[in-house]
């Protein structure tokens, strides 16, 4: 019989877990499907999980080639959906080529390629007939992208591109599915036409042959090497690659927006190249959706454990005190949680802005563009951030046994940090937010409108000067306080720095020179988006008991967590009185009080099937040690009671003849 | 011929690198040794690095066990001192048996041991003709040592204790080297005699035949299985371990404190409990020291490939900008280079801390004990996790290549990080720090004097009052500024905790509730220790031109960075305004400036070979891109062109044949 060792915590909620669920997922049809999918994989042997530890780098890549084509076979014969194929992939929860197929390759030609491009191209896609990668990055060259050294330069005698990699640091470095597998690429180039160049362009180049798999003539190709962690990325082919004068006809360059003609001039389209920014935003929002999987994901883990893990303060015998029940671990935790339900509020948000974007592109609008630009950048900057973070955290807030590979933990982690690298360096994107903040702010005076999620710096006047209206601990509980001081934080911030700049001559000078402050002006704009969001949506009627009772409370976890985080910021700029400071911190540890009992059936909501978690630790049944004991006896080196090179190594030191051994 | 990519780098320094070297090293007898010993392992074929991350599990550990014993080898044929074969050990830099063998059976007996014992079981470990393992976590308890579950009970018949494991939880769990390797164990258990609980002890217990290395009757022993990570510390074998009534004659119980008489009878010794804490403050000075040097590895790897590193910013085809020149990137990566400057200097401190304590513990002073305790925990929990948070921020300095297995920094990280969770969570022993400091405070008007690093207390009304006396940013190189702000926030974070507990009628349920709280303040008390420790090491004469002005440097850059990074504390408090946070900022940007000429030369100062950084990124002569690449063909995915699965999986694909496919 199974015991429920959390059915003690489950009986404790104050809220409707299924109704929960529902919001989590996004919709009820959206959980229907999630929750039919992850049922199928965790019950399908073929997508067992295998101990990706213990295998070797070719036995793990073989096995995610079988594990993509069953999945690609089911996908057909049930004749799934997009979202539930989609979804099935996700559940497989095994980095392959086939997420760049569908995630970058595909979506690049949509965006990128012409009418007839994408008539030829999307439906060998579609079909994998071909399968795509995305190869941008160089070995050199990663987020300087117009420093890109790979040349296409058109020969008009035939009327070819020729690729070429013209430097070391001009191979391709990087690119997912390249490494072993992918047939064709979009390959970024730098365009050269009649002697001139004409800036970095996207080319379809096909790497290998349909027949026999080789590289074609000219194409060097192969993968770079072990990345991070045990299994975990290891199972994708990131790959590197080289041209030696390969050429292409020239309808594959992408031309949507650019063309090149017969005669080799470069001509633009009627297609504004605003468009491009559409994929961009796609991209965004899924990182951001990815980051509150991964983050819910080492949450309901480490809260699960931490309901487990006893430690101290037994009176007389009795049981010890849960790890969750101390202060610290829930001040270490809570706000973790309260992450994750907010990043996914403002992926929900972020597919609104999709929708919105895309509408408006169709109609020439791009009025939104630029601020939709830096909105998307930043929050994908800091949700990716705070996950790989929050990862770590939720590992040590496990003790010892978080660092076994079995917890979950270590493998989540190395799998999710380079979000914080790829689809533009954190940093980076942040000093884009905050060159778009400056300009804002420069304009404010011109009687352009701060638009979107800038609107706010509209009313510069009132928030340079409001004062903070908190009197006791529950006013820190109402959203137009804690926007209020949000909003003046982030305000003050920007007006202080765009104040700095232009005291300097040179105005490119002052942005490198007080670039470290800008990230932090970045930050404070993009953690009120994130607030802001999370608060609209609490205004909406939202069903089920307590439901909306209990993401108030995250919200406002979240939001009084980063008040005391980044206190400095509050009180430099006088938002708020170190009086009021303290009161936060009062109300936040109540906050946690009313957290605690629901704690466990919060990450339940998550709906994460153990399947899908593969972490002893975060087992639904709380039944950790039993398994970890278990799980042991399996290791490789437990095979063997006296282990291999004992004979060779160990015994001649404990009988004192290592002189005459061989080592 | 070989080119130093990095000269022009180093002909920038403004100091001597050589003398620094002995400022880094201690002496310049530890030069000497570490210095020779480095090169001797270096270029040994025997202690060459294996691809680690390419090795199977059983591979791998079989492989640390014939570097141990060769390592053991060399000690003795070069008859190494104690100090050299320390450094051997370092430098060959992989986890073994060895380290706990060394680390924690040998102290543990001599500090535990009687006289007798010692003289029995030192000569034996010393020549290890046997091996030892500290096994004192279970797997249900880490933490709290007092809920062990392990029993030792004393059958007064035979003269003998019966261990046992009477439960799941009481296995042994986490030991070092017992899952494969230790002969015997220095095991923690529950003494009971004549019916009676005596609280728990440390028993020598032999696990392992030393004729054919089997368990013992009554052992059941394995390895615990995968940790954190590729290659890391799996090449130590962490055992699980239980006990089936194993009976051990009387005299193997620890007695130099307490002790079973023949009847059973437990007795105190002379020597007092106090004796132990001397062997804690050893081990921690150790994990001070180790976080210094795993910091400095790191910073070493991602300031000199910040320094190779060329992105954006080439004005008219010329060089792009080294990464290392953008304000973000010296933001991130100098602080941690100070970081990795000032743990040194703190950990050569608690050397002279550790002669200190074990002096006066022979002279049966115990004053400074409870002081030191306090001190030791506090600087081991924030100098690993400093180290840990340090490490994964140089992996993200470098971008996409950190990510490589190759850039030596994922494999850091994975080893580094259980630092922050044994020999104390960092967390369980700060809640320690912070309750040393409650009682210190509540102490003050009492008459009890304030001692060791707690002594800038006794000026308690002074400091609460004090105001900063900065004006302009260069008013914050003063010492004795920068001091009493630290003082100043430190003092008045504990008297206002102190005042916020006192409003609990109980002060245990008080604790608790501010027990976050409590934890910040612990964390400014110990930021305080660093920060006057390095202070004071400047007030010595420090030899080599212009090396003491770039300790200097370091040490406003730690300071001023943490004052920045926990604003909210100093301006909270009313310690420093917010125009003067702002001075501080301008100076921290201005020595940042300072800072950089003197990067690479600052790291070089630590005087790690390439074999030991095992980093490409982080190569002495910088030249990363060649060898990027050459690196990459050797991965097992590169021996086939076609991979190893491609025609059964993806073939198929590709072919639209998968619905026949076998998967
Ligand atoms: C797992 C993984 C998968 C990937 N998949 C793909 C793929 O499928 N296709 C593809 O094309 N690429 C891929 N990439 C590459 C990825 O997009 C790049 O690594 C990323 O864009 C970062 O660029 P970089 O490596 O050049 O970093 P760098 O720019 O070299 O960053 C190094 C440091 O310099 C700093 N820096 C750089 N510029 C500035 C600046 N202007 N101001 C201040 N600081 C700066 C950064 O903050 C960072 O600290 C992948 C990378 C990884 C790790
Ligand atoms: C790589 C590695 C090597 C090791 N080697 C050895 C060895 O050689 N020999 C050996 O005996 N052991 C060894 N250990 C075990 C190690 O000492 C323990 O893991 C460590 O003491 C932490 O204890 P725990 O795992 O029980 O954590 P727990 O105490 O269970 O921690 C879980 C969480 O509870 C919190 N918590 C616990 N108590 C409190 C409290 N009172 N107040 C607030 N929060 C609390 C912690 O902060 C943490 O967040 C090793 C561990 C590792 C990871």
Same mark, same amino acid.
């Given at each position: 019989?199974?015991? $429920? !060792?959390? #059915?003690?915590?489950?009986? %404790?909620?104050? &809220?409707?877990?299924?109704?929960? /669920?529902?919001?989590? +997922?996004?919709?009820?049809?959206?959980?229907?499907?999630?929750?039919?999918?992850?049922?199928?994989?965790?019950?399908?042997?073929?997508?067992?999980? $295998? !101990?990706? #530890?213990?295998?070797?780098? %070719?036995?793990? &890549?073989?096995?995610?080639?079988? /594990?993509?084509?069953? +999945?690609?076979?089911?996908?057909?014969?049930?004749?799934?959906?997009?979202?539930?194929?989609?979804?099935?992939?996700?559940?497989?929860?095994?980095?392959?080529?086939?997420?760049?197929?569908?995630?970058?390759?595909?979506?690049?030609?949509?965006?990128?390629?012409?009418?007839?491009?994408?008539?030829?191209?999307?439906?060998?896609?579609?079909?994998?007939?071909?399968?795509?990668?995305y190869a941008q990055t160089e070995?050199?060259?990663?987020?300087?992208?117009?420093?890109?050294?790979?040349?296409?330069?058109?020969?008009?005698?035939?009327?070819?591109?020729?690729?070429?990699?013209?430097?070391?640091?001009?191979?391709?470095?990087?690119?997912?599915?390249?490494?072993?597998?992918?047939t064709h690429g979009v390959i970024y180039a730098r365009l050269l036409t009649n002697g001139q160049e004409h800036g970095v362009h996207g080319f379809i180049v096909q790497i290998r042959s349909l027949d026999d798999h080789l590289p074609l003539p000219g194409i060097t190709v192969g993968d770079i090497g072990i990345k991070f962690g045990s299994g975990a990325y290891n199972t994708m082919d990131n790959g590197v690659l080289r041209f030696d004068q390969v050429r292409i006809p020239r309808n594959q360059m992408l031309m949507r927006v650019s063309q090149v003609t017969r005669e080799g001039k470069v001509v633009q389209s009627d297609v504004p190249r605003q468009l491009v920014y559409g994929t961009m935003v796609f991209v965004r929002k899924t990182i951001v959706g990815d980051a509150s999987n991964a983050l819910s994901r080492a949450v309901c883990i480490a809260t699960r454990y931490s309901a487990v893990r006893r430690q101290f303060g037994s009176q007389k015998g009795g049981l010890e005190t849960q790890v969750i029940d101390y202060k610290t671990q829930q001040n270490r935790l809570f706000p973790l949680l309260a992450s994750a339900y907010a990043f996914r509020v403002v992926g929900e948000w972020m597919e609104w802005l999709y929708t919105d974007v895309t509408q408006r592109l169709k109609a020439n609008d791009f009025s939104t563009l630029p601020e939709v630009h830096a909105c998307t950048a930043g929050l994908k900057s800091l949700t990716t951030s705070a996950t790989a973070d929050g990862i770590e955290e939720c590992r040590k807030l496990c003790g010892g046994h978080g660092y076994l590979h079995s917890s979950g933990l270590p493998e989540l982690f190395a799998v999710y940090v380079p979000a914080c690298t790829y689809e533009?360096?954190?940093?980076?994107?942040?000093?884009?937010?905050?060159?778009?903040?400056m300009k804002t702010v420069s304009q404010l005076g011109s009687g352009k409108k701060a638009v979107g999620t800038t609107a706010y710096m509209g009313r510069v006047e009132q928030l340079m000067q409001c004062r903070c209206d908190v009197q006791n601990a529950e006013d820190w509980l109402k959203p137009s306080i804690v926007m209020e001081a949000f909003e003046a934080r982030a305000t003050r911030m920007s007006v202080a720095c765009a104040r700095n700049l232009s005291k300097f001559g040179n105005q490119e000078e002052g942005f490198l020179e007080l670039s470290a402050d800008l990230v932090e002006v970045a930050v404070a704009h993009c953690q009120l988006i994130v607030v802001s969001k999370f608060i609209e949506k609490l205004q909406q009627d939202i069903p089920g008991k307590g439901v909306k009772n209990q993401l108030e409370n995250l919200c406002s976890v979240y939001a009084l967590n980063i008040l005391h985080k980044h206190l400095g910021d509050f009180l430099s700029t006088g938002c708020i009185t170190p009086m009021q400071a303290s009161l936060a911190n009062d109300q936040l540890r109540s906050l946690y009080s009313q957290v605690r009992p629901n704690a466990v059936a919060l990450v339940d909501a998550f709906n994460y099937t153990d399947h899908f978690l593969s972490s002893i630790l975060g087992r639904y049944d709380g039944n950790v040690y039993p398994k970890l004991y278990e799980d042991a006896w399996k290791d490789p080196l437990n095979d063997s009671i006296v282990p291999d090179g004992f004979h060779e190594y160990v015994q001649p030191i404990l009988k004192q003849q290592l002189r005459n051994a061989k080592l």
């Open positions: 019989m199974e015991v $429920d !060792h959390l #059915a003690d915590e489950r009986s %404790k909620a104050q &809220f409707d877990v299924e109704e929960m /669920k529902i919001v989590w +997922a996004g919709s009820r049809h959206a959980f229907q499907v999630s929750d039919r999918i992850a049922r199928l994989v965790a019950s399908d042997p073929a997508f067992q999980k $295998d !101990h990706r #530890a213990r295998l070797g780098r %070719k036995e793990l &890549f073989k096995n995610t080639l079988r /594990k993509a084509a069953y +999945a690609w076979k089911r996908i057909n014969e049930l004749r799934l959906t997009e979202e539930e194929a989609s979804r099935l992939r996700f559940f497989v929860d095994e980095p392959a080529f086939t997420d760049l197929h569908w995630g970058m390759f595909v979506p690049a030609i949509k965006g990128q390629g012409t009418e007839e491009q994408q008539q030829k191209w999307l439906p060998l896609a579609h079909k994998m007939q071909i399968i795509g990668c070995l050199g060259h990663g987020s300087n992208v117009q420093g890109l050294e790979t040349t296409a330069t058109f020969d008009p005698q035939t009327d070819e591109f020729i690729i070429h990699s013209p430097t070391l640091t001009s191979s391709k470095w990087w690119p997912g599915g390249l490494g072993k597998v992918a533009g360096d954190n940093i980076v994107l942040l000093l884009q937010v905050a060159r778009f903040l």
